[in-house]
Every structure is written in C-alpha cells, then in structure tokens.
C-alpha cells in the first residue's frame, strides 16, 4: 500500500470514517436488514450492499457513492459486483499496514 493524499482526504470525512467503522462490526452496526442478512452478504457477497450503507448513513446514494469511491480509490475499502448490485468490505490488510504507518512515523 503507497501512503498518499487520497487516504488522508478519504479518512478527513466523519460519514467516511462512520463507513469504515459500520463495515467492522457490520452485524451490529447495519440493522437494516437482519444480522441473517448480513452474515450472508458478507459470506456470499463479499460485502455490504451499497443500499444498506445508504439507509444507515441516512443520506442520498449518489453522496454515499461518492464516499465509497472515495475509500475505495483510497485502497481502504473492496468492492464486488453482483448483477446489478456493489457490496463493499473493509480492506483489512491496507488498513492494517496504515495504522502500522501512523504508529511508526507519527
């Protein structure tokens, strides 16, 4: 993962950061749809489903789009396309090497 702008403007965001902490716990943070639900689309998949993001951010989808794609473009997040839907996971391995990055330089 290269360190650059794009991260720190995704993470300089509080809705951002919401995004990245509601896809840590998302079994307790996406309710929604069931915690059934959730395990199944995190399973099979591979993420949440762009709409339920949108319905506990409380937001317009073009705007939560616009921040997906921001993480994503970050490196901070993974997506995966299932017919006409995007679901969206945390990328745990550069998030990793990120807080690693800050606990080392800063």
Not at 61 to 68: A, D, G, I, K
Not at 69 to 96: P, Q
């Amino acid at each position: 993962m290269v360190i650059n702008e794009k991260i720190f403007k995704a993470l300089a965001n509080k809705t951002r950061l919401d995004i990245l902490k509601w896809l840590k716990n998302p079994e307790e943070e996406i309710t929604s749809v069931s915690c059934d639900t959730v395990r199944f689309m995190m399973e099979h998949r591979g993420g949440i489903c762009v709409m339920d993001i949108v319905t506990r951010a409380n937001m317009t989808q073009s705007t939560v789009s616009t921040y997906l794609k921001m993480l994503l473009d970050a490196g901070l997040l993974i997506s995966e396309r299932h017919g006409k839907w995007t679901y969206y996971r945390r990328n745990e391995e550069n998030i990793k090497e990120l807080g690693k990055l800050i606990q080392k330089e800063l």
